[in-house]
């Protein structure tokens, strides 16, 4: 260890993973084991929040296999706010006491525990204006909303056009921030939620609000009459037949969910040059967006919506959450005492 911790740090620590692919909140089991230590470049956390992304109960599912879990037993989960008490050899930016957002290496996942490695290169610090539940929902959710936007034109500096987007399941996770800060970015922007989130949708800043249950939600036709430049899409079972009459002529989808028949269907946009395009993103984590991110709630620019608060002795609960599909926010559990 290159520094002194702050904080007294104990051998072990509470935790909860699982042993095996499949099995859902009930494959989650608690557990004590060794706090792991802070090797090169990486700081040691202890945690105070963390946030579940449906990615991390498909990691469990067996859906990213054989890259994701890398090896079992594996503890869950990558979003995560703390507080560093300990840093490794080579960390300059951090020292003990620091309060911090990170994302944990999804091939290590660790965050349902009350202490965690993360690396330097994925951790920015916390103003005392953003809480650590606040915090921990922005790595994967908000930072694949401000990508795919980005993929889109959107601009944050000013400079961009006032583009037409829809966003769909703006109740979700991603959504709800991804609305956010396409009004940021100056766009005029319709959503899908269900009826129950409407009012809420609005409130973010969403022009338009369809309910996704009715017929005119399922067409996807903004009732102004408008055609996207680009779709921040958020949820499955939507095919490009849908997609495609409500597009502006060179309008993109960008699909954060996408199955094998939207990779096929984007490559062959790729390769015909089609003016529409379905484009498939996967995050690519950085740590200039996540301090970008984590500014907007300093500044109250952005707030993180939260579904639901757990303990970790709970947390087979917010598992169960996230993976019926109905939150509207984020899901957070807290590492108590
Ligand atoms: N590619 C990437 O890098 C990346 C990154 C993050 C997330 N993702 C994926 O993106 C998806 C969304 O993630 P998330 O965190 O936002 O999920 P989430 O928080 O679980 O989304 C739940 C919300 O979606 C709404 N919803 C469900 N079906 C809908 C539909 N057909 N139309 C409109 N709203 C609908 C639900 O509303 P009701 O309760 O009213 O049904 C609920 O509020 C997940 O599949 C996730 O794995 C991908």
Redesign the pocket.
Known sequence: MAAAAATKVPATMRAVQYDACGGGAEGLKHVEVPVPSAKKNELLLKLEAASI???DW?IQKGMLRPFLPRKLPFIPVTDVAGVVVDVGPGVNGFQAGDEVVAMLNSFYGGGLAEYAVASESLTVKRPPEVSAAEGAGLP??A??AL?ALRSIGAKFDGTGQPLNVLI?????????YAVQLAKLAGLHVTA??????VELVKSLGANEVLD??TPE?ASLQSPSGKKYDGVVH?????SWSTFEPVLAPTGRVI????NFAAILKSGLHKVTFAKKRLV????SPNKADLEFLVGLLKDHKMKTLI?SRFPLSEASKAWQK?IE???????IVEMEG
Not at 234 to 238: K, L, M, N
Not at 255 to 258: R, S
Not at 280 to 283: A, D, M
């Open positions: 992304n449906p990615v498909k994967i959710a930072g694949t990508q769909t399941a703006a109740s979700g996770g991603v959504g709800f899908t939620c269900g009826a129950r989130n996704y249950r939600g958020c949820t499955v079972g939507i699909d954060i969910t996408p498939p993103l996967l995050l579904d996230s599909g109905h939150a509207t926010g984020k899901i």
